[in-house]
């Protein structure tokens, strides 16, 4: 299963109705598709940015092929970010433009996705030697910039600094403030999120809890 996210409302890509998504099925403001073309993927992102629709699905059999498929009707722009913890259960969460955040950015050019998150980690933080330790998950999140139809691929790394390190915001890329949390406390700051950064958290967590 992925999502693609129009605004914070989800396009679910599934190749089979598991439960979570049976219920999304009944709702007037949910957009279905289990066709895989120009014209069902085009009505399908169409959908999406209408007020009225709130979630979508989209069944196909192969999910990565049904990805791919859409993914070329936008302009793809591939970035990297972080989830930075400690041994003291903390994690690190930056306040970007309003919201709890995480730090990433943009791939440079012929940089690898890894080094392009820890660089982004340390340039909007102030942290150093960060330790990346494995793959959390790919996001995808879309927006118009330019009057180009922009996919936003990050890729997020779970990242270990051996102490709370005091912090630095970058604050010429929007960021207010860079704060260590609590894992207990986490939730709360989520609710002041978007929802694929709440992904990449609660996918973070669970890792770090197993």
């Avoid at 007037?28 to 085009?42: G, R, S, Y």
């Avoid at 092929?65 to 993914?71: D, V």
Wanted: aromatic share 10%; charged share 25%; hydrophobic share 40%.
């Amino acid at each position: 299963m992925q999502k693609i996210y129009f605004n914070n409302k989800p396009l679910i890509l599934a190749d089979f109705i598991r439960p979570e998504i049976k219920n999304y099925l009944y709702l007037p403001d949910t957009v279905f598709m289990d066709e895989l073309n120009d014209q069902a993927v085009e009505t399908v992102i169409d959908a999406m940015q209408k007020p009225e629709i709130n979630v979508g699905v989209f069944l196909y059999k192969d999910v990565e092929q049904a990805l791919a498929f859409i993914k070329e009707k936008f302009t793809v722009i591939q970035a990297s970010g972080g989830l930075v913890h400690t041994s003291k259960k903390t994690i690190l969460l930056i306040f970007r433009r309003g919201k709890w955040d995480l730090p990433k950015g943009k791939l440079d050019a012929g940089e690898e996705l890894e080094v392009c998150a820890i660089r982004e980690v340390e340039e909007e933080t102030g942290a150093k030697n960060v330790q990346s330790q494995k793959l959390i998950t790919v996001t995808y999140h879309t927006y118009y910039e330019k009057e180009k139809h922009i996919l936003k691929e990050t890729h997020w790394y779970l990242m270990h600094s051996s102490e709370e390190q005091i912090l630095i915001p970058q604050v010429d890329e929007g960021i207010a403030k860079c704060v260590w949390v609590q894992v207990t406390e986490i939730k709360s700051y989520m609710q002041n999120a978007n929802a694929s950064v709440i992904d990449v958290v609660n996918m973070g967590l669970e890792i770090l809890n197993h």
